[in-house]
Protein backbone atom coordinates (compact mmCIF):
# COMPACT_ATOMS: atom_id res chain seq x y z
CA UNK A 1 0.00 0.00 0.00
CA UNK A 2 2.01 3.12 -0.90
CA UNK A 3 1.26 6.72 0.06
CA UNK A 4 -0.52 8.49 1.37
CA UNK A 5 -0.83 4.91 3.96
CA UNK A 6 3.09 4.71 3.72
CA UNK A 7 5.50 7.46 4.64
CA UNK A 8 8.92 6.83 5.66
CA UNK A 9 9.39 10.44 6.65
CA UNK A 10 7.49 9.13 10.22
CA UNK A 11 10.06 7.51 11.05
CA UNK A 12 13.00 10.27 10.48
CA UNK A 13 10.96 12.62 12.18
CA UNK A 14 13.58 13.36 15.22
CA UNK A 15 17.07 11.94 15.93
CA UNK A 16 15.62 9.85 19.17
CA UNK A 17 13.21 7.69 16.21
CA UNK A 18 16.28 8.16 13.63
CA UNK A 19 18.85 6.71 16.47
CA UNK A 20 16.33 3.40 17.22
CA UNK A 21 15.82 2.80 13.16
CA UNK A 22 19.41 3.27 12.71
CA UNK A 23 20.91 0.22 10.69
CA UNK A 24 24.48 0.90 10.77
CA UNK A 25 26.56 1.77 13.66
CA UNK A 26 30.58 2.42 13.96
CA UNK A 27 32.27 2.21 16.48
CA UNK A 28 36.17 3.06 17.39
CA UNK A 29 36.56 -1.01 17.35
CA UNK A 30 36.14 -0.81 14.15
CA UNK A 31 39.44 1.11 13.60
CA UNK A 32 42.83 0.26 12.46
CA UNK A 33 45.51 3.42 12.18
CA UNK A 34 48.12 2.63 9.29
CA UNK A 35 51.12 4.49 10.50
CA UNK A 36 54.82 4.93 8.73
CA UNK A 37 58.14 4.39 10.76
CA UNK A 38 61.53 5.44 9.19
CA UNK A 39 65.20 4.94 10.94
CA UNK A 40 66.58 7.41 12.41
CA UNK A 41 66.24 9.60 15.94
CA UNK A 42 63.61 12.18 16.54
CA UNK A 43 62.22 12.37 13.17
CA UNK A 44 58.70 12.97 12.48
CA UNK A 45 58.99 13.94 8.79
CA UNK A 46 55.53 15.03 7.61
CA UNK A 47 54.30 13.65 4.09
CA UNK A 48 53.40 16.36 2.28
CA UNK A 49 50.71 14.72 0.08
CA UNK A 50 49.28 13.10 2.79
CA UNK A 51 48.24 15.96 5.78
CA UNK A 52 48.44 15.19 9.08
CA UNK A 53 50.60 11.90 8.33
CA UNK A 54 54.85 11.70 8.86
CA UNK A 55 57.37 9.33 8.85
CA UNK A 56 58.30 8.30 12.68
CA UNK A 57 61.38 6.96 13.46
CA UNK A 58 61.28 4.35 16.65
CA UNK A 59 61.72 6.78 19.74
CA UNK A 60 59.35 9.76 18.31
CA UNK A 61 56.57 6.72 16.90
CA UNK A 62 56.52 5.76 20.43
CA UNK A 63 55.16 9.13 21.51
CA UNK A 64 52.76 9.49 18.44
CA UNK A 65 51.19 6.06 19.79
CA UNK A 66 49.98 6.99 22.73
CA UNK A 67 47.41 9.11 21.72
CA UNK A 68 46.09 5.99 19.38
CA UNK A 69 46.27 4.01 22.72
CA UNK A 70 44.36 6.64 25.12
CA UNK A 71 41.69 7.19 21.81
CA UNK A 72 41.25 3.17 22.32
CA UNK A 73 41.53 2.09 18.49
CA UNK A 74 42.26 -1.22 18.77
CA UNK A 75 45.55 -1.68 16.31
CA UNK A 76 47.71 -0.06 13.73
CA UNK A 77 49.06 -1.64 10.71
CA UNK A 78 53.23 -0.54 10.43
CA UNK A 79 55.08 0.34 7.31
CA UNK A 80 58.57 0.63 7.10
CA UNK A 81 61.09 2.55 5.19
CA UNK A 82 64.74 1.21 5.50
CA UNK A 83 67.72 3.12 5.72
CA UNK A 84 69.13 1.17 2.52
CA UNK A 85 67.22 -0.73 -0.13
CA UNK A 86 68.26 -3.47 -2.59
CA UNK A 87 67.52 -5.64 -5.70
CA UNK A 88 66.18 -8.74 -3.33
CA UNK A 89 64.67 -5.72 -0.73
CA UNK A 90 66.86 -7.75 2.53
CA UNK A 91 65.77 -5.52 4.72
CA UNK A 92 61.84 -6.71 5.01
CA UNK A 93 63.48 -9.81 6.16
CA UNK A 94 66.53 -8.36 8.65
CA UNK A 95 65.84 -9.36 12.26
CA UNK A 96 67.56 -6.00 12.38
CA UNK A 97 65.37 -4.31 10.39
CA UNK A 98 63.17 -1.08 10.64
CA UNK A 99 59.71 -3.00 11.22
CA UNK A 100 61.59 -5.56 13.62
CA UNK A 101 62.67 -3.19 15.91
CA UNK A 102 59.81 -0.90 16.25
CA UNK A 103 57.70 -3.72 17.25
CA UNK A 104 59.75 -4.98 19.55
CA UNK A 105 60.01 -1.42 21.19
CA UNK A 106 56.26 -0.99 20.54
CA UNK A 107 55.16 -4.19 22.19
CA UNK A 108 57.35 -3.17 24.79
CA UNK A 109 55.52 0.03 25.67
CA UNK A 110 52.08 -0.91 24.48
CA UNK A 111 51.94 -4.48 24.81
CA UNK A 112 47.95 -4.56 24.77
CA UNK A 113 48.04 -2.54 21.37
CA UNK A 114 47.50 -4.73 18.20
CA UNK A 115 50.32 -4.75 15.68
CA UNK A 116 49.81 -5.60 12.33
CA UNK A 117 53.04 -5.43 9.82
CA UNK A 118 52.54 -5.20 6.35
CA UNK A 119 54.15 -7.92 4.11
CA UNK A 120 55.60 -6.65 1.33
CA UNK A 121 58.99 -6.33 -0.36
CA UNK A 122 58.38 -2.94 -2.25
CA UNK A 123 59.47 -0.59 0.30
CA UNK A 124 63.19 -2.46 0.65
CA UNK A 125 63.86 -3.08 -2.90
CA UNK A 126 66.02 -0.96 -5.08
CA UNK A 127 63.56 -1.50 -8.03
CA UNK A 128 60.42 -0.52 -5.90
CA UNK A 129 58.39 -4.28 -6.85
CA UNK A 130 56.73 -5.98 -4.64
CA UNK A 131 58.84 -8.89 -5.44
CA UNK A 132 61.63 -10.84 -6.92
CA UNK A 133 62.59 -9.10 -10.42
CA UNK A 134 64.41 -10.87 -13.12
CA UNK A 135 65.05 -9.67 -16.52
CA UNK A 136 62.44 -6.79 -16.13
CA UNK A 137 59.53 -9.43 -14.65
CA UNK A 138 58.36 -9.53 -11.37
CA UNK A 139 58.91 -13.37 -10.28
CA UNK A 140 56.01 -15.27 -8.45
CA UNK A 141 57.78 -18.51 -6.70
CA UNK A 142 61.21 -16.68 -5.87
CA UNK A 143 58.92 -14.66 -4.43
CA UNK A 144 57.10 -16.46 -2.08
CA UNK A 145 59.85 -17.36 0.23
CA UNK A 146 60.87 -13.77 0.84
CA UNK A 147 57.60 -12.97 1.90
CA UNK A 148 57.03 -16.14 3.89
CA UNK A 149 60.82 -15.45 5.52
CA UNK A 150 59.53 -11.57 5.99
CA UNK A 151 56.66 -12.77 8.23
CA UNK A 152 58.38 -14.89 10.12
CA UNK A 153 61.01 -12.84 11.30
CA UNK A 154 57.70 -9.81 12.16
CA UNK A 155 56.16 -12.93 14.08
CA UNK A 156 59.58 -13.58 16.32
CA UNK A 157 59.62 -9.54 16.88
CA UNK A 158 56.46 -10.07 18.37
CA UNK A 159 53.94 -8.85 16.34
CA UNK A 160 50.15 -9.51 16.84
CA UNK A 161 49.01 -10.75 13.10
CA UNK A 162 50.39 -10.09 9.38
CA UNK A 163 48.81 -8.39 6.84
CA UNK A 164 50.52 -9.31 2.91
CA UNK A 165 50.32 -6.92 0.43
CA UNK A 166 52.04 -7.89 -2.42
CA UNK A 167 49.37 -10.05 -4.54
CA UNK A 168 51.69 -12.94 -5.07
CA UNK A 169 49.72 -16.29 -6.06
CA UNK A 170 50.39 -18.74 -3.11
CA UNK A 171 51.63 -16.64 -0.41
CA UNK A 172 49.47 -16.68 1.89
CA UNK A 173 49.64 -20.61 2.09
CA UNK A 174 53.63 -19.64 1.79
CA UNK A 175 52.90 -17.60 5.06
CA UNK A 176 50.80 -20.07 6.86
CA UNK A 177 53.24 -22.73 6.37
CA UNK A 178 56.19 -20.53 7.40
CA UNK A 179 54.36 -19.64 10.48
CA UNK A 180 52.60 -23.03 11.69
CA UNK A 181 56.27 -24.55 11.33
CA UNK A 182 58.17 -22.05 13.55
CA UNK A 183 55.16 -22.32 15.96
CA UNK A 184 53.22 -19.36 15.45
CA UNK A 185 49.70 -21.15 15.40
CA UNK A 186 48.03 -18.47 16.56
CA UNK A 187 49.19 -15.64 14.37
CA UNK A 188 46.36 -14.23 12.08
CA UNK A 189 46.93 -13.71 8.37
CA UNK A 190 44.65 -10.36 7.22
CA UNK A 191 45.61 -10.87 3.37
CA UNK A 192 45.17 -8.31 1.35
CA UNK A 193 43.09 -10.10 -1.09
CA UNK A 194 41.15 -8.04 -3.60
CA UNK A 195 43.95 -5.38 -4.01
CA UNK A 196 43.76 -2.93 -7.23
CA UNK A 197 46.44 -1.44 -9.36
CA UNK A 198 44.87 1.40 -8.14
CA UNK A 199 46.10 5.52 -8.67
CA UNK A 200 44.46 5.79 -5.36
CA UNK A 201 48.21 4.91 -4.00
CA UNK A 202 50.08 8.05 -5.29
CA UNK A 203 50.72 9.16 -1.85
CA UNK A 204 51.34 6.28 0.07
CA UNK A 205 54.24 6.18 -2.45
CA UNK A 206 55.68 8.91 -1.82
CA UNK A 207 55.53 8.70 2.10
CA UNK A 208 57.00 5.09 1.58
CA UNK A 209 59.21 6.15 -1.37
CA UNK A 210 58.32 2.86 -3.35
CA UNK A 211 57.16 4.19 -6.11
CA UNK A 212 58.18 1.27 -9.18
CA UNK A 213 61.47 2.40 -10.77
CA UNK A 214 60.40 0.85 -14.26
CA UNK A 215 56.88 -0.30 -15.26
CA UNK A 216 54.08 -0.77 -13.23
CA UNK A 217 51.95 -3.28 -11.01
CA UNK A 218 49.71 -4.65 -12.88
CA UNK A 219 50.90 -7.88 -13.72
CA UNK A 220 49.89 -8.46 -9.88
CA UNK A 221 47.84 -6.05 -8.79
CA UNK A 222 44.26 -6.87 -9.99
CA UNK A 223 42.29 -4.72 -12.64
CA UNK A 224 39.88 -2.39 -11.63
CA UNK A 225 37.31 -3.50 -14.39
CA UNK A 226 37.25 -7.08 -12.49
CA UNK A 227 34.61 -8.02 -9.93
CA UNK A 228 34.25 -11.93 -10.02
CA UNK A 229 38.17 -12.08 -10.10
CA UNK A 230 38.19 -10.61 -6.86
CA UNK A 231 35.89 -13.22 -5.63
CA UNK A 232 38.26 -16.11 -7.07
CA UNK A 233 41.13 -14.09 -5.14
CA UNK A 234 39.08 -14.11 -1.40
CA UNK A 235 38.77 -17.49 -1.99
CA UNK A 236 41.77 -18.77 -2.75
CA UNK A 237 43.11 -16.71 -0.13
CA UNK A 238 40.65 -18.14 2.43
CA UNK A 239 41.45 -21.74 1.25
CA UNK A 240 45.13 -20.94 1.64
CA UNK A 241 44.27 -20.01 5.36
CA UNK A 242 43.54 -16.29 5.57
CA UNK A 243 41.62 -14.98 8.70
CA UNK A 244 40.84 -11.65 7.67
CA UNK A 245 40.40 -10.63 3.79
CA UNK A 246 40.91 -7.43 2.46
CA UNK A 247 39.56 -5.18 -0.35
CA UNK A 248 41.71 -2.05 -1.19
CA UNK A 249 41.08 0.48 -2.20
CA UNK A 250 37.80 1.04 -0.37
CA UNK A 251 35.73 4.09 -2.14
CA UNK A 252 35.49 3.07 -5.85
CA UNK A 253 35.43 -0.84 -4.85
CA UNK A 254 32.33 -0.55 -2.48
CA UNK A 255 30.42 -3.48 -4.82
CA UNK A 256 33.16 -5.62 -3.84
CA UNK A 257 33.09 -5.48 -0.24
CA UNK A 258 29.34 -6.22 -0.20
CA UNK A 259 29.98 -8.79 -2.43
CA UNK A 260 32.63 -10.39 -0.37
CA UNK A 261 30.86 -9.73 2.67
CA UNK A 262 27.81 -11.35 1.27
CA UNK A 263 28.94 -14.43 -0.18
CA UNK A 264 32.05 -16.02 2.08
CA UNK A 265 30.60 -14.31 5.37
CA UNK A 266 34.22 -13.95 7.09
CA UNK A 267 35.55 -10.78 8.87
CA UNK A 268 36.67 -7.80 5.95
CA UNK A 269 38.98 -5.34 6.16
CA UNK A 270 38.29 -2.55 3.88
CA UNK A 271 41.29 -0.50 3.23
CA UNK A 272 40.84 3.66 2.98
CA UNK A 273 43.43 4.12 1.12
CA UNK A 274 46.34 7.51 0.96
CA UNK A 275 44.74 9.17 -1.47
CA UNK A 276 41.43 8.69 -0.77
CA UNK A 277 42.25 10.27 2.52
CA UNK A 278 44.15 13.03 0.49
CA UNK A 279 41.16 14.15 -1.89
CA UNK A 280 39.28 14.32 1.35
CA UNK A 281 41.55 16.53 3.15
CA UNK A 282 42.66 18.75 0.55
CA UNK A 283 39.11 19.70 -0.12
CA UNK A 284 38.73 20.24 3.47
CA UNK A 285 41.61 22.72 3.74
CA UNK A 286 40.15 24.75 0.71
CA UNK A 287 37.20 24.54 2.77
CA UNK A 288 34.97 22.84 0.06
CA UNK A 289 33.76 20.04 2.51
CA UNK A 290 32.84 19.65 5.91
CA UNK A 291 35.72 17.17 6.95
CA UNK A 292 33.99 16.35 9.95
CA UNK A 293 30.91 15.10 7.89
CA UNK A 294 32.39 13.79 4.78
CA UNK A 295 34.83 11.38 6.68
CA UNK A 296 32.36 10.06 8.84
CA UNK A 297 29.98 9.87 5.81
CA UNK A 298 32.36 7.36 4.23
CA UNK A 299 33.51 5.48 7.39
CA UNK A 300 29.28 4.67 7.51
CA UNK A 301 29.43 4.20 4.16
CA UNK A 302 31.87 1.47 4.48
CA UNK A 303 30.81 -0.66 7.26
CA UNK A 304 27.18 -0.44 5.62
CA UNK A 305 29.06 -1.93 2.51
CA UNK A 306 29.97 -5.03 4.58
CA UNK A 307 33.44 -3.82 6.20
CA UNK A 308 33.73 -5.18 10.03
CA UNK A 309 36.87 -2.92 9.93
CA UNK A 310 38.25 0.23 8.35
CA UNK A 311 42.08 0.70 7.95
CA UNK A 312 41.84 4.78 7.64
CA UNK A 313 44.70 7.18 8.20
CA UNK A 314 41.27 9.04 10.13
CA UNK A 315 41.39 7.03 12.38
CA UNK A 316 42.43 9.84 15.07
CA UNK A 317 40.23 12.10 14.20
CA UNK A 318 37.31 9.57 13.69
CA UNK A 319 38.03 8.29 17.26
CA UNK A 320 37.81 10.96 18.68
CA UNK A 321 34.62 12.58 16.85
CA UNK A 322 33.17 9.35 17.75
CA UNK A 323 33.97 10.33 21.85
CA UNK A 324 32.77 13.21 21.72
CA UNK A 325 29.24 12.14 19.98
C1 LIG B 1 52.64 -2.17 -0.51
C2 LIG B 1 51.46 -1.37 -0.16
C3 LIG B 1 50.90 -0.27 -0.83
C4 LIG B 1 49.86 0.18 -0.04
C5 LIG B 1 49.78 -0.66 1.05
N1 LIG B 1 50.75 -1.61 0.96
C6 LIG B 1 51.33 0.42 -2.06
C7 LIG B 1 51.28 -0.22 -3.37
O1 LIG B 1 50.80 -1.34 -3.54
O2 LIG B 1 51.79 0.42 -4.29
C8 LIG B 1 49.01 1.39 -0.33
C9 LIG B 1 48.38 2.02 0.86
C10 LIG B 1 47.80 3.37 0.62
O3 LIG B 1 47.77 3.89 -0.51
O4 LIG B 1 47.38 3.96 1.62
N2 LIG B 1 52.50 -3.03 -1.56
Given amino acids: MPFPVQRPRRLRINENVR ?13 IYPIFVTHGKGVARPVESMPGVANYSIDRLLIALEEVVQLKIPGVLLFGIPAAKDEAGSGAYDDE ?3 QQAVRAIKKTYPDLLVVTDICLCEYTSHGHCGVVKDGRV ?37 RQALDENGFT ?31 RRTYQMDPANAAEALREVELDLAEGADIVMVKPALAYMDIICRVKDGFGRPVAAYNVSGEY ?48
Fill in 97 to 99: GII
Fill in 186 to 216: QIPVMAYSAKYASAFYGPFREAAGSAPAFGD
Fill in 278 to 325: SMVKAAALKGWVDERQVVMEIMTGLKRAGADMILTYHAKDVAGWLKEG
Fill in 19 to 31: RMVRETALSVDDL
Fill in 139 to 175: LNDPTLELLARTALSHAEAGCDMVAPSDMMDGRVGAI
